[in-house]
């Protein structure tokens, strides 16, 4: 466990070297409009996992009223069931496969997808230019074009890995524990957050 371990460290200290590269692109200095795209982006990541920590709370309280009981009759529950259909609506996952979430932010994130490609290729063709003419003499145009073309695809598509993929996962954890905790215990909550590092970690 150690050595893999130890293996993993530098790995893992190279994604954070790239993402805090990628934090430059991705919070706009001087525009206030994508910086709020953004922001918006996030507050709409924590919403959509608080709504899906509810998900099973209204599934058992909707079965728990259509169970026959010796003391209560079966009843249905017409607002706890709308409630769950609205959550699984806005939040997507396993009902509707987008959601309205996942549509909105996007959406919003489309702009700020838009602003990192033209400031990446504006970047990359400055560089390109400043190069001497004995190195553009000895490479094809069509090569370099392709080769810009996959380096800020590639770049977006971590940027957008990191932003609906990597921070959900993380927030869903925070979410899990902080309920873990509350639900049964303190004690309860690290176990699972102790397993959860050594999983990621390993």
Known sequence: MTMTMCGTTPIMMSYLRSFRKMLYYLW??????????????LLLIVVGRVAN???PILFKRIVDHLTPNDNLPITLPYTLILTYVGIRFVEGSGFTGI???NNIKDYL??????HLRKTISVRLLRHIHSLSLRWHLSRKTGSV?????????????VTQHLIFTVIPTIVDV???VNFFMVAFSIEFGCIILTVLVFYICK
């Open 174 to 176: 925070l979410i899990a």
């Open 28 to 41: 706009p200095t001087g525009k206030p409009f994508l910086q709020l795209n953004l922001i918006l982006c």
């Open 53 to 55: 920590l509810f998900v």
């Open 99 to 101: 959601g309205l979430l």
């Open 109 to 114: 994130f489309m702009s700020l997808q838009q």
């Open 145 to 157: 074009i392709r080769i810009i073309d996959r380096g800020t695809e590639s770049l977006r598509i």
